[in-house]
């Protein structure tokens, strides 16, 4: 299995829903990685999974939250997010920890906040 | 500190004709350099990646993107496009400085493949 999957594919949420990205990878990599994509932008970091820990990026707001239940797995939890937050939310991966390697992106998931 | 520019937001070329895309790097290290690609709603597929071997590197889909320290460039290339080449292609660098696994991507340039 060489491929990262992102699931949904697609979610619409209300402001003061909650949901939650997942993704999932089985090649054994030992870091993950959550981006954001506006249209017409490259994408930005969110977090980095790797060590065993999170590291997250300061300028993130705390409605995004990033959970990981196993080494293969990243989840991304949202609460009250904002009609801003509509963006492609793509989840990669890479064999070396410290990110020295090339990065395999996932499909994304295409999310819009009304 | 790392950085990237992709001198080109759009290029548009015919199809059957070469595809120049160019990126300039500036680099504290000697950097490591990939190509990704993104068709229309899709996430970032690897083109290539440059790190310190072969100044010529050959990536997948005909693609391939030549190091040059003297220029400071590392522009992507292939000889003859297709129509599915169409997408928008990202030239990025290794940030070394950053905060771990941190890549700096350039802006981007658009590809359109005309028949």
């Known amino acids: 299995d060489t491929e990262v999957t992102q699931t949904p594919k697609h979610l619409v949420m209300g402001m003061t829903n909650k949901k939650s990205l997942k993704c999932e990878q089985h090649m054994g990599h030992r870091a993950m990685y959550w981006y954001k994509q506006k249209a017409k932008k490259p994408p930005e970091l969110m977090f980095v999974?790797?060590?065993?820990?999170?590291?997250i990026n300061e300028s993130v707001p705390s409605r995004f939250s990033p959970e990981c239940p196993n080494s293969s797995l990243l989840n991304l939890h949202l609460h009250a997010l904002q009609p801003e937050d509509s963006a492609l939310y793509l989840c990669a991966s890479s064999q070396d920890e410290r990110g020295l390697d090339e990065q395999f992106f996932g499909p994304g998931t295409r999310l819009t906040v009304l | 500190a790392q950085s990237v520019t992709q001198l080109d937001s759009h290029v548009s070329v015919s199809e059957g004709t070469p595809v120049l895309l160019r990126c300039n790097y500036s680099s504290s290290y000697s950097p490591s350099l990939f190509w990704y690609v993104q068709h229309p709603n899709k996430g970032l597929q690897l083109l290539l990646k440059?790190?310190?071997?072969?100044?010529l590197v050959k990536g997948i889909n005909g693609f391939e993107a030549e190091f040059k320290k003297s220029e400071t460039s590392f522009h992507l290339t292939k000889p003859s496009a297709h129509m599915s080449d169409a997408a928008e292609y990202f030239c990025?660098?290794?940030?070394?400085?950053?905060?771990?696994?941190?890549?700096?991507f350039g802006k981007g340039t658009k590809l359109s493949v005309k028949p």
């Open positions: 990025v660098v290794r940030n070394y400085g950053g905060s771990q696994g941190n890549l700096i």
């Open positions: 999974y790797s060590y065993e820990k999170l590291s």
């Open positions: 440059y790190t310190s071997a072969a100044t």
